[in-house]
């Protein structure tokens, strides 16, 4: 079946510009993530979404990051007044709920801010 | 609170030698643990997840991994290196009740011909 998508592949924005990333999980699978992953920085979580709603949201690094998940598939994470320290890949990762189950990753978006 | 260390951030052995990236965790419950692996310009990829059912796990791509309790350790190995096999490997935690899954800082593995 159809893994995790993510799109755009690559983001080109100037600093100050707003930008969102998409990503559309495995169907059926109810829990969603997103991280990121910059240069020795290893795989950083910033939120949670359990169907639409966020339990965990702790990894957000300003209010200058949002997110939010619609139909409980559907995810955006969106970047406001972008920064050259928000350069990075952004992960998405979905999967069923429990504590056992792996998380199926997105190919990621790599965003660079000029 | 849950950590996970990955010892060596690179790792080089030979075509046909043993590999062994090391990852240790810590946490106030028993962990539910992972390995994944990270293709040049792709995404994460399961190689194995230990849950508690059998402390040696065989995975995908020749790897295995052994959960030993005593020494708090979940180390990746695999008998005969290949070429293919360079990539960035990461190891993650997750524990019960808690969803997010904490990684460790990643070991790139090297392999020379």
């Known amino acids: 079946g159809a893994g995790v998508s993510q799109s755009p592949s690559n983001k080109v924005t100037e600093k100050g510009k707003d930008v969102e990333l998409r990503c559309d999980p495995i169907?059926?699978?109810?829990?969603l993530y997103w991280y990121r992953q910059s240069l020795g920085q290893g795989l950083e979580f910033l939120i949670y979404f359990q169907g639409n709603s966020a339990p965990d949201k702790s990894g957000l690094p300003s209010d200058r990051f949002s997110a939010e998940r619609t139909g409980g598939s559907v995810s955006t994470l969106t970047i406001q007044r972008t920064q050259q320290e928000d350069s990075a890949v952004y992960l998405c990762?979905?999967?069923?709920?429990?504590?056992?189950?792996?998380?199926?990753f997105g190919p990621g978006t790599r965003l660079t801010v000029t | 609170a849950q950590s996970v260390t990955q010892l060596g951030s690179h790792v080089s052995v030979s075509e046909g030698a043993l590999v062994l990236l090391r990852c240790n965790y810590s946490s106030s419950v028993p962990p539910y643990l992972f390995w994944y692996v990270q293709y040049p310009n792709q995404g994460l990829q399961l190689l194995l997840k230990?849950?508690?059912?059998?402390?040696l796990v065989k995975g995908i791509n020749g790897f295995e991994a052994e959960f030993k309790k005593s020494e708090t350790s979940f180390h990746l190995t695999k008998p005969s290196a290949h070429m293919s096999d360079a990539a960035e490997y990461f190891c993650?935690?997750?524990?019960?009740?808690?969803?997010?899954?904490?990684f460790g800082q990643g070991t790139r593995l090297t392999i020379n011909p």
């Open positions: 169907s059926g699978h109810t829990a």
């Open positions: 230990y849950t508690s059912a059998a402390t």
């Open positions: 993650a935690s997750k524990i019960q009740g808690a969803q997010k899954l904490v």
């Open positions: 990762a979905s999967s069923l709920e429990g504590a056992a189950t792996p998380l199926h």
